[in-house]
């Protein structure tokens, strides 16, 4: 049963904006386009797991969750995890296309493209062992005593694995469902009633990553982010208000809504409070009461009073 179905991360919704509005000559412009892609074909990979295991049928319960962050010795946050009675699992899914190569000493992860293009990445199986160590602690703590496996996810076959890890268990897709087939499932640690505790657990405990706004995390300064309401049409950012309308010169579509999208922007990319003036400026407004009025219907945090009040948006899970 699928818990925690796939969804988009506040993080790469943030990441989307800020490419979006980051003005294109800014010296890390082509650095955060490549975090962009990196973070994208992450979640195509992620999704295509996620579809899989809707499908996968195992005689016994099993819950999985798309994208859990918690907090053992720090924050950490598993791909897919899946947990029964029997055990659980962490997925860390990676799509990675071309040659790939698993080195130790150091651990390091290195594919070649068909240009003859190398690069290198993080090791997968040292992220895997640190979250399997932290999951571990975490379930101690809180009373459950379950095996806890891993493995390495490649979602397409785009992949081609030159040389495996000499541990670390490497699966595709398809190899998922024989893969948890063929884990122990004698004597059950938890019971049916202990399992649902442990996934009421999982949910109360998941956190966001949220590292905003996105301008103090990459140390960006927000003179360099470009202002403006985005059309709902044709994603130009710039839309004039007239009257209680939102107007895109590029396409002449009409909103009345539009700002709400900017509005969340600003709190994602931008700075994590908002007065009436800052608000004029993001949105290109001139009409303070105008501003004082969408400010009100944000459904925001309000500090202060008169010209002093701020506003803050509060990021739940």
């Known amino acids: 049963m699928i818990v925690k179905p796939y969804t988009q991360t506040l993080y790469m919704e ?22 962009l892609n990196r973070n994208t074909a992450g979640d195509i990979g992620e999704e295509a797991v996620m579809n899989f295991l809707q499908k996968v049928k195992l005689p016994y319960n099993f819950f999985a969750f798309h994208n859990i962050s918690l907090y053992g010795d720090s924050l950490f946050q598993m791909d897919v995890l899946l947990i029964t009675q029997y055990y659980a699992v962490i997925l860390e899914v990676k799509n990675i296309a071309g040659e790939i190569e698993f080195k130790s000493h150091p651990f390091q992860l290195s594919r070649t493209l068909s240009t003859g293009e190398r690069n290198s990445f993080d090791s997968p199986e040292i992220q895997l062992q640190e979250y399997m160590y932290q999951l571990n602690g975490i379930f101690k703590s809180a009373g459950f005593s379950l095996p806890i496996y891993g493995a390495v996810v490649f979602p397409f076959a785009s992949s081609y694995i030159k040389t495996p890890p ?6 595709f897709r398809n190899e998922i469902r024989s ?8 004597n059950p640690p938890l019971t ?4 649902n505790r442990l996934k009421n657990f999982i949910q109360n405990k998941t956190t966001n990553y949220k590292p905003f706004p996105l301008t103090q995390h990459f140390a960006i300064h927000p003179d360099d982010i470009i202002n403006g309401v985005e059309c709902t049409t044709c994603n130009f ?10 107007i895109c010169p590029r396409c002449k579509n009409i909103s009345n809504t539009a700002h709400i999208k ?10 994590d409070s908002i007065s009436n003036k800052e608000c004029r400026q993001f949105l290109n407004l001139n009409n303070m009461y105008e501003a004082n009025r969408i400010l009100k219907k944000a459904n925001l945090i309000k500090t202060g009073k008169y010209k002093d009040a701020k506003y803050k948006m509060n990021f739940t899970n």
């Open 14 to 35: 943030a990441l989307i904006s800020l490419n979006k509005r980051l003005k294109k000559n800014h010296p890390k412009y082509i650095s955060l386009r490549e975090e």
């Open 179 to 186: 893969y948890l087939r063929n884990l122990k499932t004698e």
């Open 192 to 195: 049916l009633e202990s399992l």
């Open 262 to 271: 900017t509005i969340k922007e600003y709190f994602l990319v931008y700075k």
């Open 166 to 171: 000499s541990e670390t268990t490497i699966l």
């Open 237 to 246: 950012v710039g839309m004039k208000k007239v009257a209680r309308y939102w």
